[in-house]
């Protein structure tokens, strides 16, 4: 591959790689919005005119803290994306190589000590990572506060800090009891501080499954234009998502073994449970895939039913169909809000409209191929009116109750 190449013609080629590999709508753009923000701007004014892998090292200098951000991580993986395609014609899916940290003196040498002995114990290169991610943060904690030494260190330093992670807080606390146990196990410590996180809870909050009413999921079923290869597709995706409420995964493997026509009946085994399950190939979803099958399917000798819509022709990916339901929420104009647009999203629809039409929960665990009926009724929390029916009556409290003890109480 070339050495160098102008920025705007390598920009061209990741966008088409990208394209050609399914990446999203969102992640095109985010790629765009940071080429041209970053790496084009600073050629610009500097008058560089063409890029090869040096202008991005340059670029990146100075641009980058001994903690990485997630922007900053954005920005090293900006410029490996072109370093990738410059080099080799082809994105690769690696990770950012991590931005080394300072760390020095006995505290500094304590976390060394730690991540060499994690790497004795054959732990994952990500999961030492992680480890130095946050206990360089505790790093960074202690020398603001000008402690140095480990004996300095006392139960109040790592409350005040675990205080400011508020973001990563569960991975925060774990780190700094694996720290505190080792040094207190190698005898670095006479306190063993874990003790002071081994009761930390963190609360889970729970999240609603997001869904679309019946009247929303018709919007968004109508809005999808069939005129071109890729509607015809699409609208096909959507509706075994909408009607079927089959994940990304399962509609993007979906063969034509798959598709009894005489019964009218769709058999597959899920990519994520390895369940069998069985369906009812509907009318209307029959339709769209047959129109899609014989007017907008390229030629081709693939055993699935959904392709990519430009050359080479392969089967969708998981991503792509998320993709494609993604953008037809987008542009339907459904008030979407804080609700998530992919498949998954239309799953939970689907579940909302059968509980609504009094359907059993084993019925409708059936239907979405879960293990248990346990997993189905994490949707009993969107069934709003059948919650209402299990209101219970707030009883009559008596006067003898206020007048307990001669009113002492509510006096």
């Known amino acids: 591959m070339k050495k160098n190449q102008t920025i705007s013609t390598l920009i061209e080629d990741c966008i088409g790689y990208f394209e050609q590999n ?14 041209k923000n970053g790496i084009c701007r600073y050629m610009s004014d500097r008058d560089i005119k063409s890029y090869d892998s040096s202008v991005g090292e340059k670029f990146i200098q100075g641009r980058i803290s001994s903690v990485v951000t997630p922007g900053e991580r954005d920005i090293l993986r900006s410029i490996s994306v072109l370093n990738d395609m410059l080099t080799t014609g082809r994105v690769s899916k690696r990770t950012v190589r ?14 060394k000590s730690l991540l060499a002995h994690l790497k ?11 480890h130095l991610l946050y206990l ?8 603001n506060n000008r402690i140095t030494l480990l004996k300095n260190i006392d139960q109040q330093h790592i409350l005040s800090f675990i205080s400011t992670q508020t973001n990563n807080n569960i991975n925060v606390v774990s780190s700094l009891r694996v720290f505190f146990r080792h040094l207190y196990e190698e005898q ?7 003790y002071v996180l081994t009761n930390y809870k963190w609360i889970k909050r729970e999240k609603l499954p997001s869904f679309y009413s019946t009247e929303e999921v018709k919007q968004i079923e109508s809005s999808v234009s069939r005129s071109s290869d890729v509607g015809k597709r699409n609208y096909a995706v959507l509706l075994l998502a909408t009607r079927l409420g089959l994940r990304a995964s399962d509609i993007a493997t979906l063969s034509f073994a798959n598709l009894d ?18 369906l009812p190939l509907l009318t209307e979803v029959g339709e769209a895939i047959i129109n899609y099958l014989k007017f907008g399917r390229p030629r081709s000798s693939s055993s699935y039913v959904f392709l990519s819509a430009r050359a080479p022709y392969r089967p969708m990916t998981g991503c792509a169909v998320s993709s494609a339901v ?10 979407v809000g804080q609700r998530k647009q992919g498949p998954h999203s239309m799953r939970h629809s689907l579940a909302s409209r059968l509980l609504e039409n009094r359907v059993s929960l084993p019925i409708i665990s059936e239907s979405l191929g879960h293990k248990t009926t346990q997993t189905t009724m994490a949707y009993l929390r969107i069934d709003i009116k059948a919650l209402r029916e299990c209101a ?3 009883p009559i409290i008596t006067d003898e109750f206020y007048n307990q003890k001669k009113g002492a109480f509510y006096g």
């Not at 670095?188 to 501080?193: A, C, G, M």
Request: proline residues 2%.
């Open 22 to 35: 399914c990446y999203t709508r969102h992640r095109i753009e985010r790629y765009k919005s940071m080429w």
């Open 188 to 194: 670095l410590l006479k306190t063993d501080f874990s």
């Open 120 to 130: 004795e114990l054959r732990r994952s290169q990500s999961t030492i990572y992680d």
């Open 326 to 335: 993604r953008q037809i929420i987008d542009t339907s104009g459904i008030l």
């Open 392 to 394: 219970l009556d707030v």
């Open 261 to 278: 026509w005489e019964n009218s009946l769709i058999r597959l085994q899920q990519c994520k449970t390895g369940k069998e399950i069985e």
């Open 98 to 111: 991590p931005v080394s940290k300072k760390l020095s003196g006995p505290i500094g040498e304590a976390i």
């Open 136 to 143: 360089h943060r505790f790093y960074q904690h202690l020398e």
